[in-house]
């Protein structure tokens, strides 16, 4: 199963607006990363927050984490059409050594 | 710095045969993950190979198996493939860090459709 699960699944806004993306996950984490992927292509790492943080910040991006909810949201301030693209949570589990994902959400920034 | 390379990008089999597909990571990066990326399943795990060894497998077949080369390249290979094994395979590679697992940085991914 998921571990990380993506709210919503899909989004739809106009350029300018602001973006939020939620993911929730079930047990302890080392870190948690973003990540978007433009369609059919590989995956580019966002941000990276680690469980001992509670918000980090890059560009237009603001990532909070929330360890005793066991959540994260993903805020991306005046999207861009060329902010289209999935956008996934990862998680660093305690004792593993790889990243799981969620499903993703899909975020469509219309001009 | 050269990103990390996958090759095919693209390939087509029919069910029964077999596939090989290469990354190769960034220079100096010891870990590479696989992953298994299809519109009903999302990013599945397949494995994680760091200097030589599998440290990690996911929740996959035996038809599905990897190698790490000595100079961090990898192979992933499926054997009598099926209809749902079409999907686009995504390559990782990674510098660990003392806490926890760092950044991927990932391949354009090799999109193999099974026929």
């Known amino acids: 199963s998921q571990q990380g699960e993506e709210d919503p699944q899909a989004l739809s806004i106009q350029e300018g607006e602001n973006a939020t993306m939620n993911c929730s996950y079930k047990?302890?984490?080392?870190?948690l990363q973003w990540y978007r992927q433009n369609s059919g292509r590989g995956l580019v790492h966002l941000i990276l927050i680690r469980s001992n943080e509670r918000e980090k910040h890059s560009g237009r991006l603001r990532v909070t984490l929330d360890t005793s909810k066991k959540s994260s949201s993903l805020l991306i301030t005046a999207s861009r059409a060329a902010d289209t693209a999935s956008y996934f949570c990862a998680t660093d589990l305690t004792g593993y050594s790889t990243l799981t994902f969620g499903k993703g959400t899909m975020l469509l920034v219309s001009p | 710095k050269a990103g990390v390379t996958q090759t095919p990008r693209y390939l087509i089999k029919t069910r029964g045969q077999q596939v090989t597909l290469s990354c190769s990571p960034i220079s100096g990066h010891r870990s590479v993950s696989w992953y298994q990326q299809t519109p009903g399943q999302g990013l599945q795990f397949l494995f994680e190979y760091f200097s030589e060894t599998q440290r990690n497998k996911g929740n996959f077949p035996g038809r599905f198996s990897g190698r790490q080369f000595s100079n961090s390249r990898s192979e992933m290979n499926v054997s009598t493939l099926e209809l749902g094994d079409s999907a686009l395979y995504l390559c990782a590679s990674s510098s660990r860090t003392s806490d926890g697992t760092g950044e991927l940085f990932f391949g354009e991914g090799s999109r193999l459709t099974v026929l």
């Open positions: 047990t302890s984490i080392n870190n």
